[in-house]
């Protein structure tokens, strides 16, 4: 395996970039890649304030894991939404307040699972280029 396959383009990944959503029609949602230095760095805020007692076996409940995966998604990767609309078609403008709604309530559990993965794939994608450019 080369090098440069294993290299990122952090700077990109931390900043943010629009991540087509082909699965969710036409949504587009600017994300930052998972992981990225305040992901990390809330998440170990975030475990460290459940207190022992209750963490079965010392583990998170799966609860207390959703809770914690959602508010690291607002907080610290998505940043934007474009075509998100209602169900009258009426656009929904992003909003802190509206991610959040979206985010935590487990029956948007598919547009969670889209934040995460378009950070997911924002990382690949940063990647792919970094390999790319390396070819040039």
Excluded: C
């Excluded at 396959?5 to 036409?26: C, F, M, Q, R, Y």
């Excluded at 609860?63 to 009426?90: F, M």
């Amino acid at each position: 395996m080369k090098l440069g396959a294993l290299k990122i383009n952090s700077a990109k990944a931390e900043a943010g970039t629009w991540v087509a959503v082909p699965e969710l029609g036409d949504l587009e949602l600017k994300v930052r890649g998972i992981n990225n230095v305040d992901y990390r760095r809330r998440m170990a805020e975030l475990v460290r304030a459940v207190p022992r007692h209750q963490r079965p076996g010392g583990r998170l409940t799966l609860e207390q894991h959703d809770a914690i995966n959602a508010t690291l998604l607002l907080e610290t990767v998505l940043i934007d939404w474009r075509h998100l609309e209602g169900d009258d078609g009426a656009p929904i403008p992003y909003s802190a307040e509206r991610a959040r709604e979206f985010l935590a309530n487990p029956d948007y559990l598919p547009f969670r699972q889209a934040v995460a993965e378009a950070a997911s794939r924002l990382a690949e994608d940063v990647a792919d280029e970094v390999e790319d450019d390396a070819k040039n």
